[in-house]
C-alpha cells in the first residue's frame, strides 16, 4: 500500500465555483477524516468517517461544505460557492479504529486556492 | 474540548546539535496519547513519535525522544543530533483515548543550519 493519497494537489478556482477533493485512505483502514490547514497553523478538524457513516462535524464545515464516503473507502469533499477565506491546505487522514492513540496516517494534502 | 500551546513559532539549531521543542496541553480526559508530527515543506505530515499518558516512562525513537510530564501537561520534543532532514514544521497532538480527531498546536518551524 502506498499510503493515503488526494487528488488533485492543487486546485485554482474562482470566487462562487464549486470544488470537489478526493482522498483514498489505506486500504485496511475504515476510519478518514479532513482536516484545513492555514498558512503558519496547525490542521483544524472538520470531519471524519467510521466506514460510510459520518459520525463528527466541527463547527467549522458550514452548509457549503459536504463530505461523503459512499462505500466506506474513498471519501469526496465538495465546497460549494467558494470564498476567499476557504484557501487552505485541505489534509485528509487514515486509522484503524483499535489502534492504540488512533494514530492517523495523513496524505499530502489539497491546497486550494480561490481568486 | 483540548488546547494545545507551541510557544515557540521558530527554532533553529545548528547541524549535529540538539534541539527541544516545547508544548503544553490542556484536557480533562484521564486517558490520553500525545503525537508529534513533522512535517517538511511541502511534503506531507509524518509520524515522529508517540507518547501513551498513562506510561511514565518517556518514549524514545531513534534520535527523537520526548520529556513528558504529565502533572505539567507538558510534552517537549528532543531532536539529538540533528540533521538537515530535520528542517520542518513540527506539530504537537493530544488525542483522547476514545476521541476521533487530533487536535494541533500552532505548530514550530524548525531550520536546520548546516
Known amino acids: 500500500d502506498t499510503g493515503v493519497s488526494q487528488d488533485p494537489r492543487h486546485k485554482i478556482t474562482k470566487r462562487g465555483q464549486n470544488v470537489t477533493f478526493r482522498c483514498d485512505p489505506i486500504s485496511e483502514h475504515n476510519r478518514l477524516y479532513w482536516y484545513r490547514q492555514t498558512l503558519g497553523q496547525g490542521p483544524e478538524f472538520l470531519t471524519y468517517f467510521q466506514n460510510e457513516a459520518q459520525l463528527e462535524k466541527s463547527r467549522l464545515l458550514s452548509d457549503r461544505f459536504s463530505a461523503e464516503r459512499p462505500k466506506g473507502s474513498f471519501s469526496t469533499l465538495e465546497i460549494q460557492r467558494t470564498e476567499q477565506g476557504d484557501s487552505a491546505m485541505y489534509l485528509c487522514?487514515?486509522?484503524?479504529?483499535?489502534?492504540?492513540?488512533?494514530?492517523?496516517?495523513f496524505g499530502p494534502g489539497t491546497r486550494l486556492t480561490v481568486l | 474540548a483540548q488546547t494545545v500551546t507551541q510557544s515557540q513559532p521558530e527554532m533553529s539549531v545548528q547541524e549535529a546539535e540538539t534541539v527541544t521543542l516545547s508544548c503544553t496541553y490542556d484536557?480533562?480526559?484521564?486517558?490520553?496519547?500525545l503525537f508529534w508530527y513533522k512535517q517538511p515543506p511541502s511534503r506531507q505530515m509524518i509520524l515522529v513519535i508517540r507518547q501513551e499518558a498513562y506510561k511514565q516512562q518517556n518514549a524514545t525513537e531513534n534520535r527523537f525522544s520526548v520529556n513528558f510530564q504529565k502533572a505539567a501537561k507538558s510534552f517537549s520534543l528532543k531532536i539529538s543530533d540533528s540533521q538537515l532532514g530535520d528542517a520542518a514544521m513540527y506539530f504537537c497532538?493530544?488525542?483522547?483515548?476514545?476521541?476521533?480527531?487530533?487536535?494541533f498546536g500552532t505548530g514550530t518551524s524548525l531550520t536546520v543550519i548546516p
Open positions: 497532538a493530544p488525542s483522547p483515548e476514545t476521541g476521533n480527531q487530533f487536535y
Open positions: 484536557t480533562s480526559e484521564s486517558d490520553y496519547y
Open positions: 487522514a487514515s486509522s484503524l479504529a483499535g489502534t492504540p492513540g488512533n494514530e492517523q496516517f
